[in-house]
C-alpha cells in the first residue's frame, strides 16, 4: 500500500521518480507527489489528489529540476484523499521532507507533544510527525542521520520511510520499521534508487538489497551503507533480480491485467521448470527444506492468506488431504489471530501470499511461530518479509503480477501447493510410486490446457457483452471447484463492482435460491468429475426458478447445452488440476464485464495491490 520512489545520482530525477510511481500506482491512487532537492538547494514540491496523470499534468506545466528526488502515490489512512494530504511532507522550516508506508500508531501523542513545543501542522496525516520530529532534532544541532533514528526508534507500528533534507544534498535516506511493505535498494552505476516495489526500478539496475525490519539505509549516488536503528552496520545480501523488464511492461495489451491472465501458461510453466522431474517422477522444492522426519513430524496444516489467496487455500486443502493425507484448514489471515488457533510443534501453517507484504498475513505468520508451528509460504514476490520469516518456502514464478486483481498468481500458487503436496505425499509416505509419477505427469500437459481456454478469448467478450448489465451474479461450486466459484466471484466484484457471491452449490437450496429469478445469471463450474451429476442437479434447480445459467463445462459434454443457457468449454483436466483452468474463464469473463462497463481494469476503486495495513 502505498508506492514509494527514491533517486539519487546525474538523471534527471523527476523522471525517474514519476516512471517508477506509474509502475507503482497500483498500490495506491489517492494521490501522488514528489519533491526535488533543487539546484539553490531547496526543497521544491508538487503533489496532486486522484491519479499520478494529474501530477504528471502538473509537472508538465511546472517541472521540477534536480537529480535527488523521491516520490509517493497514496492510499489513504489517516486524512481524507486531498493535496495537503498527499505526499512528500515539508517540515515546518522546509529543511526536511519525508515520503511513508505504514502508520504511526502513537501519532495523536507524537502530534500532542510537538504542538505544546509549536510546531504547526499543516496536515491531517500520521506522515507528519516524522518530518516535524525530524527537523526539531536537526534543529537541536543533531546530523541528520541521528535525527531520523532517534525518530524512528519513537515511531509504534508498521512504517517505511524515505527522507531527504536540504542539510544534506549528496544524501537520501530510508528504514523500514516492521511488515509496512518492502524498502528495496536498487544500486547502479554512480546512482542510488530506492523504490517500494522492484518494478519500480528494474529497468535502471537489476541489483538490489531488500532493507529488513529495523534497519536504516544511507545512500549518496556513489555508496550506501546500512546500519540498525541503534547505528551499528550491517552487512546486507545483494540479490540479482532474474525479473524481465518487459514483462513488468503492458505491451500490445490494453490492461495489464488482461497481459497477466494471457501470460498464465508461461507462468506455469516457469513454476513447474527445474522443480518436476518429469523423467524419474518426482518434485524438487529446494527453498522448502523439507526433511522426511519434518515431513512426518507434522500432523496438520494450517493455510494462512487473505483474498484471492484464500481461495487459492481453499483448493490446497483438497490436495494436502488427498495427495499427503494431512488433515488441513484454511484460516483468513486476518482471522486467524482472533480465534485461539490450536497450534503446537506438531503443526505446519502455510502463508500464501503474493505480494509477501499483506500485513494481516504477516502477523498469523508471527503468531504461528510464536505457538512453534513450522511456517512455511509460497510468495511471489522476491526478498519479501514472508519468505524471510519462513522455515521454507516457495518462490512463485508468476513474475510481476501489477493488474491489482490478482490473476497469475492465483494459478501459480494452486500448482505450488499441488507440487507441495506430492513433495511431502512422498516422504510421508502416503503415495504410491505409481500414483506420484501420474500426479507428476499430470502437470506436464497443465499449461498446454491454459493455452486451449485462452484461445476462445473473444467468446468471453461475446459473453460479457451479454451479461455486463446484470446487478447480481452467483457463482456455484462443488468440492475443489468451490474455490474456483468464489475466486470467480471475487474477480467479478472487484473490477466491475457488480455484486457477486460464490457459494458452495449444495448450499444453494438452503438459502441463496431464494435470490434466483430471470435477472439472475448463475455461473455454475460443471467440468465432469466426481461431482459433476450433483452440478447438473443444482442447475436444473437453478433453472427451475428462471435462472439464466452460465455452464464451465468440459470439452465434449453435449448434453450439458440441454441444461444451461451458455456453456463455457475447457479442456479436460485431472480433477485436482481443474481449478487451474476453470478459473481462467472466469478471469476473462470478469475482465470483459468490466471494460464493457468502461471501469479502471487495473486500479479499482478503494483497492490497492499490497495491503500492508491491518
Ligand atoms: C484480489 C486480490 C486480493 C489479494 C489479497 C492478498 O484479486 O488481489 O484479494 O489476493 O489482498 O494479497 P497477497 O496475496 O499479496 O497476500
Redesign the pocket.
Known amino acids: 500500500m502505498c508506492g514509494i520512489v527514491g533517486y539519487i545520482g546525474s538523471r534527471e530525477a523527476s523522471a525517474v521518480v514519476v516512471g517508477g510511481l506509474k509502475k507503482l500506482e497500483y498500490r495506491g491512487y489517492d494521490s501522488a507527489g514528489m519533491a526535488v532537492l533543487a539546484q539553490n538547494g531547496h526543497i521544491e514540491l508538487r503533489r496532486d489528489v486522484g491519479k499520478l496523470s494529474n501530477l504528471q499534468a502538473t509537472l508538465a506545466t511546472s517541472p521540477l529540476a534536480g537529480h535527488i528526488g523521491i516520490g509517493h502515490t497514496r492510499w489513504a489512512t489517516h486524512g481524507a484523499p486531498s493535496e495537503r494530504n498527499a505526499h512528500p511532507h515539508v517540515s515546518m522550516n522546509g529543511r526536511v521532507v519525508v515520503v511513508h508506508n505504514g502508520i504511526v500508531e502513537n501519532f495523536a501523542t507524537l502530534r500532542d507533544e510537538l504542538e505544546a513545543e509549536g510546531v504547526v501542522f499543516e496536515s491531517d496525516t500520521d506522515t507528519e510527525v516524522i518530518v516535524q520530529m525530524i527537523e526539531r532534532y536537526l534543529e537541536a544541532g543533531e546530523a541528520l542521520e541521528t535525527a531520523v533514528r532517534h525518530t524512528l526508534q519513537q515511531l509504534k507500528g508498521a512504517n517505511a520511510v524515505v527522507v531527504m533534507s536540504q542539510d544534506r544534498p549528496d544524501t537520501l535516506l530510508c528504514a523500514r520499521l516492521g511488515n509496512a511493505g518492502g524498502i528495496t535498494l536498487g544500486l547502479g552505476q554512480d546512482e542510488m534508487f530506492i523504490a517500494s516495489d522492484i518494478p519500480a526500478i528494474l529497468e535502471y539496475t537489476r541489483q538490489m538489497i531488500f532493507l529488513e525490519n529495523r534497519q536504516i539505509a544511507r545512500l549518496t549516488r556513489h555508496s550506501y551503507e546500512i546500519t540498525d536503528l541503534d547505528g551499528r552496520s550491517v552487512l546486507p545480501e545483494i540479490h540479482q533480480i532474474s525479473w524481465d523488464p518487459v514483462s513488468a511492461a503492458k505491451g500490445e495489451y490494453k490492461h495489464f491485467m488482461q497481459k497477466e491472465i494471457h501470460e498464465q501458461p508461461q507462468s506455469l510453466i516457469d513454476t513447474v521448470r527445474g522443480r518436476v522431474d518429469f523423467e524419474n517422477g518426482r518434485v524438487h522444492l529446494p527453498e522448502m527444506n523439507l526433511t522426511p522426519e519434518l515431513a512426518q513430524r507434522v500432523q496438520k496444516l494450517i493455510i494462512i492468506?487473505?483474498?484471492?489467496?484464500?481461495?487459492s487455500g481453499l483448493a490446497g486443502k483438497f490436495m494436502f488431504e488427498s495427495i499427503a493425507r494431512l488433515p488441513t484448514e484454511v484460516a483468513y489471515?486476518s482471522e486467524f489471530r482472533y480465534y485461539d488457533p490450536i497450534v503446537d510443534a506438531g503443526t505446519a501453517v502455510l502463508?500464501?501470499?503474493?505480494?509477501?507484504?499483506?500485513a494481516?498475513?504477516l502477523a498469523a505468520c508471527e503468531l504461528a511461530k510464536q505457538k512453534g508451528a513450522t511456517l512455511w509460504s509460497i510468495v511471489?514476490?522476491v526478498g519479501s518479509q514472508?519468505t524471510r520469516i519462513s522455515h521454507g518456502y516457495i518462490p512463485m514464478q508468476a513474475g510481476p503480477e501489477i493488474g491489482?486483481?490478482?490473476?497469475k498468481?492465483?494459478t501459480t500458487?494452486l500448482v505450488d501447493q499441488y507440487m507441495l503436496a506430492c513433495a511431502l505425499g512422498e516422504l510421508r509416505g502416503t503415495l504410491s510410486p505409481q500414483r506420484l509419477r501420474q500426479l507428476v505427469d499430470d502437470l506436464a500437459q497443465l499449461p498446454y490446457l491454459a493455452g486451449q481456454v485462452l484461445e476462445h478469448d473473444e467468446e468471453y467478450e461475446a459473453l460479457a457483452g451479454l451479461f455486463f448489465k446484470a446487478k447480481n451474479f452467483l457463482y456455484l461450486g462443488r468440492g475443489i471447484n468451490y474455490a474456483v466459484a468464489r475466486e470467480g466471484a471475487?474477480?467479478l466484484k472487484?473490477i466491475s463492482y457488480i455484486h457477486a457471491e460464490g457459494y458452495p452449490a449444495g448450499e444453494m437450496k438452503h438459502g441463496p435460491i431464494a435470490l434466483i429469478d430471470e435477472t439472475m445469471p448463475v455461473v455454475c463450474l460443471a467440468t465432469q468429475d466426481g461431482l459433476y451429476d450433483k452440478m447438473i442437479s443444482q442447475i436444473q434447480q437453478a433453472k427451475a426458478r428462471d435462472g439464466i445459467v452460465l455452464a464451465v463445462a468440459t470439452e465434449g459434454d453435449e448434453a450439458i447445452r440441454v441444461e444451461a443457457d451458455h456453456v463455457l468449454y475447457v479442456p479436460a483436466t485431472p480433477p485436482l488440476l481443474s481449478p487451474v483452468v476453470n478459473t481462467i474463464p472466469l478471469q476473462l469473463f470478469a475482465y470483459y464485464v468490466a471494460v464493457r462497463l468502461g471501469a479502471d481494469v487495473d486500479q479499482p476503486r478503494n483497492?490497492a495491490?499490497?495491503?500492508t495495513v491491518e
Do not use: R
Request: proline share 0%; charged share 15%.
Open positions: 492468506a487473505c483474498g484471492t489467496s484464500y481461495y489471515a502463508a500464501i501470499t503474493q505480494s509477501g507484504e499483506t494481516d498475513t511471489n514476490a514472508a491489482v486483481a490478482s490473476t498468481a492465483f500458487s471475487l474477480k472487484e483497492l495491490k499490497s495491503v
